[in-house]
């Protein structure tokens, strides 16, 4: 997507509906967001969204927003590093676990 | 002059007298011992005693209950009414509840916020406010009808008094507000307590300016200062009360155990400087749990023996 | 408008927990501006019940529908011929659209999704303040359209009490004072010798104290 900024509440939630284990959004550096302010926006939204997985039951850890520039791949691996980690130690979604245990 | 009504406390302003009136809280609870404590502390060294309305909103014994007691003593009463908990039946109904014994005082005041006190998840009622239930209790006297138009059997003979605040904002409309409250039918009025003398005399010019002292009796508001403490308290945390510096600034410059005695002294040197402001017809000695202190500052501030009013 | 907020999700979750076909329904109009039950918010809110659902390993369908509004029967039909399959509906419109839409489906539950709070304004995108408290009998002609009805918290008709303090209410520091903004504009419409005007009694008949209200327009009926 062209921006952060895109991302609504709506896909992240979605997405660990159909089961996904964690979700990354990541955005330019604060204060440079190419349109402006859609980093911040997309950020309140992972907020917003953080908060509502936490009253579900699925953990809203699992969510996380990161901030890097386009030039900065070590630092994207870093991240990605970082997430797979945090994913790991916290299992894979909770509703996939229920779904297969339903099934 | 004549007196519209029995009030003792209009007759001692009347005649020209300053008059000197105090307040108590009832208690929380029924137990009424307290009010007779402090109205036996205090009754010879003030002309009426108010009795607060669920003060601050915190629940307590209604007024009326104690005015009843007060004057069964033979003490004179002034019926604090706020328009925060009664509606306009239950307003016109406790004021000849409190006339059938005999109560000639009444102060008209809207009240603190509920969210203030112990039930800050009550409704309000406000269905009329201070300034009309003003209108209203003339109406009722000089009339002898209720606001409905139906004739009353028995008009409440009352003194009608109201509250007025210099101190709060927006300071330009507290003498036009003033002024409001007597085109209404205000005849006496008990300022918030003073520590501001200077904003104070302010506010008086603009009432000389306009006669309104002429129109009805201001009765200066004094509380003295127990300590610094208090003194902050009141400077931070109460809305429209206004503490100058200099008022804490020279309770710190006296020891703890001292300053509860330094108040007192600021106290009496208000009124003195205040009995000399024209248009002040007398004083509301507001020392609230603190009665005791009432008669050492009315007799040093030279206002006692009280007028016999009879 | 009026203004809303959402309710919390364990409080929805915890209404609708022995349904199993339900159906969130919002509202195009005061809900969606206020960003409490428009069709972005019911999609969220459907997507936290069903995978709620999910983790408690619960079989529960829901889906979601957004209709113009609530209040008027002719939107509230669209919905005639499915609502049958869903064993509750929870509306996301203000308390009107709740109980309107439960007058269509008499025998269907229809919960609330949000706490419809005032009839109000947006300051700013994510704020609203109320303005208007519906008395029946609109006063603003005399205090320079400002509402001490609504923006009074002792709803005073000669106002300000005492305890106003540098322009803000004595119940909160970021309440204004109505009388103070009342005031304000009386100077700035050069009409400050109004404020001296003693208010009358107000008719407290045409409020909710009358009990439940009602217009009829005679030139209008059917």
């Known amino acids: 997507m062209p921006c952060t900024g895109k991302v609504d509440v709506i896909h992240i939630m979605r997405s660990f509906e159909k089961g996904a284990d964690g979700v990354a959004v990541i955005g330019c550096l604060e204060g440079e967001c190419h349109f402006n302010a859609g980093n911040l926006m997309a950020r309140r939204r992972v907020e917003q969204a953080q908060k509502i997985l936490d009253t579900v039951g699925v953990g809203g850890e699992r969510a996380q927003m990161y901030n890097l520039s386009s030039s900065e791949g070590p630092r994207f691996a870093q991240y990605a590093t970082e997430m797979t980690e945090k994913i790991k130690e916290l299992g894979p979604n909770p509703i996939r676990d229920a779904k297969s245990k339903a099934a | 002059m004549t007196t519209k009504t029995p009030s003792k406390l209009e007759k001692i302003l009347r005649d020209g007298h300053l008059a000197v009136t105090s307040e108590c809280g009832p208690p929380r609870g029924s137990n009424i011992d307290h009010i007779v404590k402090k109205g036996e502390l205090i009754k010879d060294h003030v002309d009426a005693i108010n009795i607060t309305d669920n003060q601050t909103s915190m629940t307590r014994l209604c007024s009326l209950a104690a005015c009843i007691r007060l004057k069964l003593m033979g003490l004179e009463p002034v019926l604090q009414m706020v328009t925060r908990d009664r509606n306009r039946i239950a307003l016109q109904s406790d004021i000849l509840g409190a006339a059938s014994f005999d109560i000639n005082n009444i102060l008209c005041l809207s009240g603190d916020h509920q969210s203030f006190g112990d039930c800050p998840q009550g409704q309000n009622v406000h269905d009329i406010d201070s300034i009309q239930l003003i209108q209203a209790v003339r109406h009722m006297r000089d009339e002898g009808k209720f606001l409905g138009g139906d004739e009353l059997e028995g008009k409440p003979e009352m003194f009608v008094g109201a509250a007025a605040n210099p101190f709060a904002d927006p300071f330009e409309i507290r003498v036009p507000r003033l002024a409001k409250k007597i085109a209404a039918g205000v005849e006496f009025i008990q300022t918030q307590c003073i520590y501001n003398l200077d904003k104070f005399e302010e506010w008086m010019k603009g009432v000389r300016e306009r006669g309104l002292h002429e129109k009805c009796y201001i009765l200066a508001g004094l509380t003295p200062m127990k300590s610094v403490g208090m003194a902050k308290y009141m400077q931070k945390r109460v809305p429209g009360m206004d503490v100058p510096a200099e008022v804490i600034k020279r309770l710190q410059g006296v020891e703890k155990g001292k300053q509860a005695q330094e108040g007192i002294k600021m106290c009496i040197e208000s009124i003195q400087r205040l009995k000399e402001c024209e248009g002040v017809a007398g004083f509301h000695v507001m020392a609230i749990e603190w009665e005791e202190k009432v008669p050492e500052i009315v007799e040093a501030a030279g206002l006692y023996p009280r007028p016999n009013s009879n | 408008m009026i203004v809303a907020d959402k309710k919390p999700i364990e409080e929805i979750i915890e209404t609708l927990k022995d349904h199993k076909n339900i159906l969130v329904l919002g ?103 109320e303005r208007c408290q519906a008395c029946g009998q609109c006063i603003l002609a005399t205090t320079g359209s400002i509402c001490p ?74």
């Open chain 3, 149 to 222: 009805v609504a923006r009074c918290a002792k709803r005073l008709f000669n106002g300000p009490c005492g305890g106003s303090t540098t322009g803000k209410c004595e119940i909160n520091a970021e309440v204004d004072c109505a009388w103070q903004l009342i005031v304000d504009r009386l100077k700035a419409l050069e009409r400050l010798d109004d404020y001296e005007k003693l208010c009358p009694l107000k008719d407290w008949s045409t409020d909710r104290a009358g009990g439940p209200r009602k217009v009829v327009r005679e030139d209008v009926k059917q």
């Open chain 3, 27 to 129: 509202c195009n109009e005061c809900v969606t501006v206020c960003e409490a039950g428009g069709k972005k918010e019911v999609g969220v809110l459907a997507s936290a019940l069903r995978m709620h659902a999910s983790k408690e390993g619960k079989e529960v369908k829901i889906d979601e529908l957004t209709l113009e509004r609530q209040c008027d029967r002719e939107y509230l039909d669209e919905i005639r011929d499915s609502i049958d399959q869903y064993d509750a509906v929870v509306s996301l419109a203000c308390g009107v659209g709740v109980q309107f839409t439960a007058e269509q489906y008499h025998d269907k539950p229809i919960y609330p999704g949000v706490n419809t709070t005032f009839l109000g304004a947006t300051e700013e995108r994510g704020v609203w303040t």
